[in-house]
Nanobody, 124 residues
Framework: QVQLVESGGGLVQAGGSLRLSCAAS????????MAWFRQAPGKEREFVAT????????YYADSVKGRFTISRDSAKNMVYLQMNSVKPEDTAVYYC?????????????????WGQGTQVTVSS
């Protein structure tokens, strides 16, 4: 069992930066693949980025590749999403997710644990 709490969302201008954080309450953080998803109003929740247990493998949605960076700090049980050069279409509620699997995963149904989400709004 793991509880996830996101923070760091807010209002940012297009072209700006924001860093999201996700705190995981578990004694076995290194056994979880972690990911960020997002859901815009009226749209389905979509994959953004994922990071392997070791942190050595990352994978991104094409829409954020080159602009967003996912990372993890196993000593602090934290996952981060650094968002640079943000665009209005990045506006969404961002969710942290965890899965006790190997490798990486991009489908929602592969993740067992979810945070409550944090709102990111990008103004033009």
């Amino acid at each position: 069992q793991v509880q996830l709490v996101e923070s760091g969302g807010g209002l940012v201008q297009a072209g700006g930066s924001l860093r999201l954080s996700c705190a995981a309450s578990t004694r076995t953080f290194s056994s979880y693949v972690m990911a960020w998803f997002r859901q815009a109003p009226g749209k389905e929740r979509e994959f953004v980025a994922t990071i392997s247990r070791s942190g050595r493998i990352t994978y991104y949605a094409d829409s954020v590749k080159g602009r967003f960076t996912i990372s993890r700090d196993s000593a602090k049980n934290m996952v981060y999403l650094q968002m640079n050069s943000v665009k209005p279409e990045d506006t969404a509620v961002y969710y942290c997710a965890a899965a006790q699997i190997w490798g990486t995963a991009t489908r929602r149904d592969e993740y067992d644990y979810w945070g409550q989400g944090t709102q990111v709004t990008v103004s033009s």
